[in-house]
């Protein structure tokens, strides 16, 4: 999802919008794909390091998908973890130098140390947690931009109002990303409860996690239609219209009425799935929005 998510940035957002412009690509696509990698490689060495933590909560939580502590030992993945995370920051560095500015390394470098920390700590926290990976996700989408406006050496927007649809984009990512997180902790209360963990479902109860669950997607409802207007008062694509309907809205509604209905941990992970499709769904709307901009462009 992370490669794919950066992919279609640079691809739909990133170059159409340069070459329109007429400003040269300085951030080619060899360091490119070496950006991907390394935010792959570190999100990889989190999930890593959260099984790590999360052996104990795991064995009740869903002891059928249990690796760490089971196939692989708490050592070796100790070590796994520390050679993603090493590997994904010494290409960052790589990258950093190639543009010439060091301090872009510490991005990824707090990044890492924020996974770490999220692992062990922030996710025991009442939201703290779910908010430290809604932040990381809607970076991912900008970290490209991040990268190919410091290549450039000019402002992130450059001048042009759709680079402006990335903040957009990343806030997508940012509320779908924490709303998730909810989701995931209402399924895995058992297990967290025996964890001491104080997560939202944990401290309200299920009944007001569900409700502030069903308002955030409301408001993600809201936002999307919002959007969707706005677009559609600059290029009357139907096209596109069905698309957020079909892929967007309808998903999200059916989402709030399952979460409504949810009782079992097993329908908390319908819910969970339904909402990373949904996630999915967002970021292939990219291209779509791509050809947009093309035919406004022509």
């Not at 207007?229 to 600059?234: C, E, V």
Request: with cysteine; charged share 15%.
């Amino acid at each position: 999802m992370i490669a794919l998510t950066q992919v279609l940035v640079e691809y739909s957002l990133i170059i159409p919008v340069l070459k329109y412009s007429e400003q040269e690509i300085k951030f080619s696509l060899p360091y490119f794909a070496l950006l991907v990698l390394s935010t792959v490689l570190i999100a990889a060495g989190g999930y890593v390091i959260n099984d790590y933590a999360d052996v104990e909560i795991d064995k009740i939580n869903k002891p059928d998908r249990l690796i760490i502590g089971k196939y692989i030992s708490l050592s070796r993945a100790l070590n796994i973890y520390t050679s993603l995370t090493l590997l994904g920051i010494s290409l960052a560095l790589f990258i950093a130098l190639h543009v010439d500015l060091y301090v872009l390394v510490f991005i990824q470098v707090i990044v890492a140390g924020l996974l770490y920390f999220y692992a062990f700590n922030y996710k025991r926290q009442l939201l703290i947690g779910n908010i430290v990976i809604a932040l990381l996700s809607g970076l991912t989408i900008l970290l490209p931009f991040i990268y190919e406006a410091i290549a450039e050496v000019k402002a992130l927007s450059c001048k042009y109002v759709y680079f402006d649809i990335a903040y957009i984009y990343a806030g997508f990512a940012f509320i779908t990303t924490f709303i998730r997180e909810i989701i995931k902790d209402a399924e895995d209360i058992e297990g967290d409860q025996t964890a001491h963990c104080q997560t939202l479902p944990i401290v309200i109860g299920i009944k007001f996690t569900k409700f502030i669950l069903t308002f955030l997607l409301s408001l993600t409802l809201a936002g999307i239609a919002y959007f969707q207007y706005r677009l559609f008062l600059l290029n009357e694509d139907i096209y596109s219209q069905v698309y957020v309907v079909l892929f967007l809205q309808l998903p999200i509604l059916l989402l709030i009425y399952k979460l409504v209905k949810a009782k079992y941990k097993n329908d908390f992970a319908f819910s969970s799935l339904l909402i990373k499709l949904i996630m999915l769904t967002g970021i292939l709307s990219l291209p779509i929005l791509f050809i947009l901009i093309y035919q406004l462009s022509a």
